[in-house]
């Protein structure tokens, strides 16, 4: 038995079998199978070994016919051929396997850096250049012989943990959802993407525990403990016992929630909060809509380019905000356009720069305006929607205003093909930006007499406020919501809301933490997006406090001078509104 502790991000307790997933630019990690297992591990390697082989030679066959390339470039797959024909090299895979009882990947990643290394080490130019061959041969075996688990992400068939080094968003989107029942991964932070739609999933999680998929192998049980952060490998009968008990009790706490749904979020003195959901994909809101969403106050429509390997067309945005409207059913849609960037890149069709620094670089709102063709495909497909119910549109990471009016004139010139088109389209569509960068929440002011609405995003606004990469799990303890200069630049964004009496909302996984609910409505919001499955307990809270105890909460905290003491402060209230929270 092993007990690994990380980041606890997505509360509950899931059982299963692990499936380990490999990264094919990642160290594979050394794992050792049982007796049994030596012999299909050799037949893994064959068929990997076999279809490199099928390639290469039609790979070499269209490089020979293709005028722009010819002989020369053949000469590359020929020597590739060489080397998978080379039994003395494949025979050291298969001894490995033998007598050190490893994966076929491992034998492979290993016998190919020795090879690569002794390369690199020869005096002669050639020899050395040619460990890039090595490199890319031993890509692309491996590629071939995790291929197997990526297949069966998709087509699991028992209930499984995911184990993994990291996951990119396009992995996590892909997922089998009716499946994957936890997730741990050796990286990441509370903020991450794989941390945010595991909570949207209501998929227990745990992240940046550092080293779990090295010590892991698929098939093993696993136990995923979401509120405390443990991940228990191979646990005992006892364990197991006990975590089956917590289930049932999480289940039953959960289902007595659900009786709120029909409920108003309004606290014990008559104020109103409107509670929204936060989506990714249009087939979450029916089971949002069971949890009393008041609308969906975000949509990340990149989503639309992660889980498809070819850029949308503006049918496809279309179908998918038509379908999110009709779903609704006359409940409002923001539409939060293109945040790809930084660490959400599309598979195809958007050409990405390196950049030494993404997440400051070209990403969301930047992308879009040094994109006219990309942004204007997506604004059309919203603007023609928009006849199908109430919808908003904002505009993410804008920090200058003149961002904002480039965003809105290309908007207008959308607006005015549509027109000219003779396409209908609701013409007085809100428009708004997400305050997530310090700079506009500073001139918030500013933004108001320009704007229709406010939503703060508070994972980017935390992250670029302290200066803490939010997805790195070696400085997560310096990433805190609670942070008295965060809490400052909420309460000025809402104050110029409110005296330029436009909406104020907060989108980030913040206002899904019940901690952080009666601080939020005592600074003054009444609208709060929040990842569905938190809804429930949020509401429990609301519903159990006055406004004047939220005031009270909400002017001790901003005079409190660091987050620790602002986090213990606000748990403890929490705790005195909910005590028999589970």
Known sequence: MLIKKGIPVSHGVAIGQAVVLDAVDQPI???????????????????????????????????????????????IFDYHLGMINDKFLTDQFDR???????????????????????????????FRDRDRDIWDLERRLIGHLLGDSRQELTHLKHDSILIARDLTPSQTASLDKSKIKGIATDLGGSTSHTAILAKALNIPCVVGI????????????????????????????????NYKQELTRITAFETSLDELA???????????????????????IEAAATKGIAGVGLYRTEF??????????????????VQAIRALKGQPLTIRTLDLGADKL????????????PFLGVRSIRLCLQNPPLFMTQLRAILRASVEGPVRIMFPLISNIMELRQARMILDDVRDDLERDEIPFDRNIPVGIMVEVPSAA????????????????TNDLIQYTLAVDRGNERIASLYSAAHPAVLTLIRDTVRAANRAKIDVSICGEMAGEVEFVMLLVGLGLRSLSITPPAIPEVKQLIRSVSLTQCKRVARKAMSLDSDRDVLNYLKEEAR???PKRL
Request: glycine residues 6%; contains cysteine; aromatic residues 8%.
């Open 96 to 126: 490995m396997i033998d007598s050190e009882h490893v994966t076929a990947e491992y034998a492979v990643y290993s016998v190919m850096r020795r090879q690569a290394q002794a390369l690199r080490e020869m005096d002669i130019p050639y």
């Open 346 to 357: 599309a598979t195809e069709g958007i050409t990405f720069n390196h950049e030494r620094n």
């Open 210 to 241: 550092g080293s779990l998929s090295s010590v892991v192998s698929s098939g093993e049980t696993i136990i995923i403990d979401g509120g405390r952060g443990q991940v228990i490998v191979g646990p005992d009968a006892a364990q197991t016992f």
């Open 576 to 578: 005195k509104a909910l």
């Open 442 to 457: 500073i001139e918030a002011n500013k933004f108001a007499k320009e704007c229709d609405f406010f939503s703060i995003g």
């Open 29 to 75: 990690p050394r794992r050792v199978v049982p007796a049994s297992m030596v012999q299909p591990q050799h037949k893994r390697l064959q068929v990997a070994i076999a279809l490199s082989r099928t390639e290469l030679e039609k790979q070499k066959l269209q490089v020979q016919a293709s005028p722009s390339f010819g002989p020369k470039m053949a000469q």
């Open 304 to 321: 639309l380019y992660l889980s498809r390997p070819v850029e949308p067309t503006e049918e496809d945005h279309y179908q998918a905000y």
């Open 262 to 284: 029909l409920l108003p979020a309004q606290t014990t003195d008559g104020t109103t909060i409107s509670l929204w959901g936060n989506i990714e994909f249009p087939d979450e």
